[in-house]
C-alpha cells in the first residue's frame, strides 16, 4: 500500500517543490518532486499521520487513512 499527494501554496495553487513529508512517529520521509508531489510506497495498510513542512510555510499535519488501499492527499500551506 502507499499514500501518495500534492503540496501547494495556500493562497496561489502553486505546488511546492521539496517540501518535506514525514510519517510521524517513523523514520519515512520523502520530499515533493517538481510538481508538489509526493509518494510514500510500501507502508502497512493502516492509517497515518503526516506531518509536511516547507521554509517560511506553517507546517501542517494530517491524517491519511487508508482501509481501501490507495489515498490521495492534497494539502495547502500558509505562507507564514
Known sequence: MFVSGT?????TQETLAGAKVCVK????VTYT??????????????????EI?????????VIADTPNH???VTVSLEAR
Open 33 to 50: 518532486d517538481f510538481d508538489g508531489r509526493f509518494f510514500l510506497p510500501d507502508l502497512p495498510a493502516g492509517s497515518y499521520t503526516l
Open 7 to 11: 503540496v501547494s501554496d495556500a493562497q
Open 70 to 72: 490507495r489515498p490521495e
Open 53 to 61: 513542512s516547507y521554509v517560511s510555510y506553517q507546517g501542517e499535519t
Open 25 to 28: 512517529g517513523t523514520n519515512i
